[in-house]
């Protein structure tokens, strides 16, 4: 079956760093996706990982284990704005060519002050 | 980067009235477009994938003469939810993939929230 996990909520201070977690499990993978959704919003592409290692973009970076089946997103300096779900999608390679992403559940992350 | 648009970006309508929804890529061809819902404090969940010029491919417990998907070109895709009663109230979320983009990032558009009485 197709399983993604994150936590459901997380929450940090303004100029911290945190580190969202994501584990899956899906028939097929081709490549993984970390989004941003403020409420109300669509969300907005943030990371993509196809392979192992670790990418970097500004604060926000993102780690891929394929082997683990496992993946964080990682954001430095928090800013309040930050407050938002943050989704891990996998793509899973299969489904006739047509690449779908599977969602996680989303983590909500609250920045205080 | 890519650019996704919806309209409209909300509507309110009787139970039992149909309404359309477009989606469309501004400023690259996509080959594929998916449509989502997501209720609140949910994840999106996709309801069908399109390809241009061909039949959409529903997901496991998706009604395709409820929710009818036109994808007639490369830059826009309509999904008209037929029949509409208040459980169909949520909120669409349209992506597009862009054709010419190596890794294939799926960019969505805003959203329409669809609230229906």
């Known amino acids: 079956g197709q399983n993604i996990d994150q936590p459901t909520e997380m929450t940090a201070t303004e100029g911290a760093i945190v580190q969202i977690n994501c584990t899956y499990q899906t028939s097929g993978f081709n490549g993984l996706f970390w989004y941003q959704q403020h409420a109300g919003e669509a969300p907005t592409f943030l990371s993509y990982n196809v392979l192992d290692g670790l990418e970097e973009k500004g604060r926000f970076s993102s780690f891929l284990s394929r082997s683990k089946g496992y993946s964080y997103l990682l954001l430095k300096e928090l800013q309040m704005k930050d407050s938002a779900s943050y989704l891990c999608a996998v793509r899973d390679g299969i489904s006739g060519g047509y690449n779908k992403l599977i969602f996680g559940a989303g983590t909500r992350l609250a920045v205080h002050p | 980067g890519a650019v996704v648009s919806q309209h409209p970006s909300r509507v309110i309508c009787k139970s039992g009235t149909s309404v359309k929804i477009e989606c469309r890529s501004l400023?690259?061809?996509?080959?594929?477009m998916f449509w989502y819902r997501q209720f609140p404090k949910q994840s999106l969940m996709l309801m069908a994938t399109s390809n241009e010029g061909s039949k959409a491919t529903y997901e496991q417990g998706v009604e395709k003469d409820k929710f009818l998907i036109n994808h007639a070109s490369l830059t826009l895709s309509t999904l008209t939810v037929t029949s509409a009663h208040p459980e169909d109230s949520s909120f669409y979320i349209c992506?597009?993939?862009?054709?010419?983009?190596?890794?294939?990032?799926?960019?969505f558009g805003p959203g329409t929230r669809l609230l229906v009485l």
């Open positions: 400023d690259f061809q996509a080959t594929t």
């Open positions: 992506s597009a993939r862009a054709r010419d983009k190596i890794q294939e990032t799926q960019y």
